[in-house]
């Protein structure tokens, strides 16, 4: 049994910063992708980043070069970096593991989601 526990979000003014935490525990396999989504009121989940295990990373266009993730494979956890926040990233944010075997998607683990507040 794999369990995300995200922390780190809250209420934060236009041009502030956050930075959200998601710790795995449990039996991962070493191949995976953690990342980050986000769901705001009335809209569908959306990609935010990956970090592959490898650690290559991909971000959607509307956080590059704001938002950076980053991984401690040690520790099992990934973190989100925000920069220059703006009130459109509000949003449940929600942290994400998929393993993979086989070259094709194994499992799939979802965080309970921590709530990111910007203020305009």
């Known amino acids: 049994q794999v369990q995300l526990v995200e922390s780190g979000g809250g209420l934060v003014e236009t041009g502030g910063s956050l930075r959200l935490s998601c710790a795995a525990s449990g039996s991962i396999y070493s191949i995976n992708a953690m990342g980050w989504y986000r769901q705001s009121p009335g809209s569908q989940r959306e990609w935010v980043a990956t970090i592959a295990s490898g650690g290559s990373t991909s971000y959607a266009d509307s956080v590059k070069g704001r938002f950076t993730i980053f991984r401690d494979n040690a520790k099992n956890t990934v973190y989100l970096q925000m920069n220059s926040l703006k009130p459109e990233d509000t949003a449940v944010y929600y942290c994400?593991?998929?393993?993979?075997?086989?070259?094709?998607?194994?499992?799939?683990?979802w965080g309970q989601g921590t709530q990111v507040t910007v203020s305009s």
């Open positions: 994400n593991l998929k393993t993979f075997r086989g070259g094709a998607l194994s499992y799939e683990y």
